[in-house]
Nanobody, 115 residues
Framework: QVQVVESGGGLVQVGGSLRLSCAVSGSGSSLYAMGWYRQAPGKQRELVATITKTGSTNYADSVKGRFTISNHNTQDTVYLQMNSLRPEDTAVYYC?????????WGQGTQVTVSS
C-alpha cells in the first residue's frame, strides 16, 4: 500500500524560511511525479509546485522565486524549501504522489506565518 507522509511544518515569522519534506513508500518504481498543494481556511486547495520523476518542475505564480521543490536522488522523497514567507502562505500543506493507479495524498502539515 502506498503511503505519503509530510513533515516540517510549523510557525515562522514573516520573511522566514521553512523546509517541508514528503516521503512516499510502497510505490516501487512507478511514481510519475510528486506535488505540493495547500489549503487555507475557507479556501479551495491549490497547487503550490510539482516535480516529475525526471526533475521537471512547475510552480504557482504566487510562489515563484520564493519556493523551490526538489527530490531526493531516489526520487521517493520530495522537499519544498520555502523562503521569504508571507502571511498569505499560511495553510495546511499537502503532498501527493502521482501513480499509474491514481493519486495518493498525505495527511497534511500546518504552516503558519505570523506578522
Amino acid at each position: 500500500q502506498v503511503q505519503v507522509v509530510e513533515s516540517g511544518g510549523g510557525l515562522v515569522q514573516v520573511g522566514g524560511s521553512l523546509r517541508l519534506s514528503c516521503a512516499v513508500s510502497g510505490s516501487g518504481s512507478s511514481l510519475y511525479a510528486m506535488g505540493w498543494y495547500r489549503q487555507a481556511p475557507g479556501k479551495q486547495r491549490e497547487l503550490v509546485a510539482t516535480i516529475t520523476k525526471t526533475g521537471s518542475t512547475n510552480y504557482a505564480d504566487s510562489v515563484k522565486g520564493r519556493f523551490t521543490i526538489s527530490n531526493h536522488n531516489t526520487q521517493d522523497t520530495v522537499y519544498l524549501q520555502m523562503n521569504s514567507l508571507r502571511p498569505e502562505d499560511t495553510a495546511v500543506y499537502y503532498c501527493n504522489a502521482f501513480l499509474p493507479t491514481g493519486t495518493v495524498w498525505g495527511q497534511g502539515t500546518q504552516v503558519t506565518v505570523s506578522s
